[in-house]
């Protein structure tokens, strides 16, 4: 299957199929939110946008990059989210990265939001679908977050259905910028086993989505099984 790795700012056209990475944190954390009973998420491109679309229905939460902050009910940290009941709720996301990324290729045909969380259902899921040619858009850093970029990558091989080893792209993401600045605190808005938890690999069993609904960009879990063959090429975490 042939793919591409692209900046946010190298995007220049819309792919046909367009699987949007952030691994700290913002896709990492919208696998959390799934998990902790989510509905959905609705992608923000400001911050006003995410507050005026929270006021504007009854019972929607918003969440944000950075310390807490008025009207905001939740941070962009899986540490800090992975306690929480949200069972039934739908959930405001706008994060510096994530959001941006997933908002700059809404037109796509196909558009799948992931981390290292979700790595093996996103790849799985491009599979099932036959999905033809992959833009990887990386987030981080205009493109150039290591962590992003191995996350990339890490699909990219698991697409093929072979057997790939997922300690080489964890030690990259460990070793980038982001995690560095993750550990020392550096980031707001941080709980102390954010890395860590942005480094399990395969830890929740569906992909993530991201369609038009009502003129929102949505996204939403889609449960993709493990067939025999994957269970075979998967690599301990």
């Known amino acids: ?18 699987v949007v990475i952030d691994v700290m944190r913002a896709f990492t ?18 911050e006003s946008e995410a507050l005026a679309l929270k006021e504007s229905h009854s019972g929607w939460l918003a969440l944000k990059d950075g310390a807490p902050a008025a009207g ?15 069972a039934g709720r739908t959930l405001v996301q706008k994060t510096t990265a994530g959001t941006v990324g997933a908002l700059a290729v809404a ?21 099932t679908e036959d999905a ?31 057997d790939v080893e997922a300690a080489p792209y ?4 460990r070793t980038s910028g982001a995690a560095a600045d993750l550990a020392a ?4 808005g941080y709980h102390p086993d954010d890395v860590e938890l942005c480094l399990e690999t395969d830890r929740f069993p569906f992909a ?20 025999s063959a994957a269970r075979v090429g998967r690599r301990s975490r």
């Not at 605190?185 to 707001?188: D, T, Y």
Request: proline share 6%.
């Open 1 to 18: 299957m042939d793919h591409r790795f692209v900046g946010i700012p190298e995007l220049t056209d819309v792919p046909r199929v367009a």
């Open 29 to 46: 954390v919208a696998a959390w939110a799934f998990s902790r009973g989510v509905e959905r998420i609705v992608l923000a491109s400001t």
């Open 72 to 86: 905001f009910d939740a941070v962009n940290s899986p540490g800090l989210l992975r306690s929480r009941d949200f």
């Open 107 to 127: 037109d796509a045909p196909l558009v799948l939001c992931a981390s290292f969380v979700v790595a093996g259902p996103t790849a799985r899921f491009l599979r």
């Open 132 to 162: 033809g040619p992959v833009t990887f858009v990386v987030t981080g850093e205009g493109g150039r977050a290591e962590e992003d970029l191995a996350c990339a990558e890490y699909i990219a091989q698991r697409m093929t259905g072979g």
């Open 170 to 173: 964890l030690h990259r993401a």
């Open 185 to 188: 605190g550096l980031r707001s």
């Open 208 to 227: 993530m989505v991201a369609r038009q609904e009502d003129s929102l960009t949505v996204l939403r879990p889609v449960e993709v099984p493990e067939t």
